[in-house]
């Protein structure tokens, strides 16, 4: 069983930035896959950004150029910049990974709210 436990949600106007970082349990070079998603009240969790092992990003059309999503092996987390906030980034943001053998594993997300 993987432990993820995110942090670096808050408050934050529009177009400032806020750093996420996702904390795992086991290495993360051993995950096949790492990415954030986010869910909005009301809205279904979508994703917001992803990370192969080989390091190819993918990221929803609506932060692209905003948000970069990266790997810290030394600190063992998934992190995610996101910069030029907008309210309708409003949501709950969540880690999530991959195992080889098809596991999926959730963190209990964290708050990001953009004020207009």
């Known amino acids: 069983q993987v432990q993820l436990v995110e942090s670096g949600g808050g408050l934050v106007q529009t177009g400032g930035s806020l750093r996420l970082s996702c904390a795992a349990s086991?290495?993360?070079?051993?995950?096949?896959?790492m990415g954030w998603y986010r869910q909005a009240p009301g809205k279904q969790r979508d994703l917001v950004a992803t990370?192969?092992?080989?390091?190819?990003?993918d990221y929803a059309d609506s932060v692209k150029g905003r948000f970069t999503i990266s790997r810290d092996y030394a600190k063992n987390t998934i992190d995610l910049q996101m910069n030029s906030l907008k309210p309708e980034d409003t949501a709950v943001y969540y880690c999530?990974?991959?195992?080889?053998?098809?596991?999926?594993?959730w963190g209990q997300g964290t708050q990001v709210t953009v004020s207009s």
């Open positions: 999530n990974v991959g195992g080889t053998d098809g596991s999926l594993y």
């Open positions: 990370v192969t092992r080989r390091g190819y990003a």
């Open positions: 086991a290495s993360i070079s051993s995950f096949r896959s």
